[in-house]
């Protein structure tokens, strides 16, 4: 994959993910992972969505792995799975 530029990492942090479609058919170990905690976070809080500046900071990754992760959050989003949001600076989900 291409390197991203500064400005794309960043507004990915600020994004959100969007849980669209319950189910882990075809994913693999990290896509399961983040299907499991946008699951979670439905069961717990009544929506089905999270800050992935959140997720980051909850499976704890460094280096390698933060370029997976957002890879397999690529994956999930081009299988329709979940949506990436792009927060506008004024707008707040509730």
Known sequence: MA???KEEAQRTIKAVA?????TTWKCG???RLV????????RRNGYPWSY??????YFKLQGKQKSEFFDALRRLE???IIKIEMLKPESALS
């Open 3 to 5: 390197r991203r530029t």
């Open 18 to 22: 969007v849980l669209i479609r319950n």
């Open 29 to 31: 170990r990290i896509e």
């Open 35 to 42: 299907i499991k905690y946008l699951q979670a976070h439905l």
């Open 52 to 57: 992935i500046r959140d997720m980051v900071q």
């Open 78 to 80: 081009r299988r329709r």
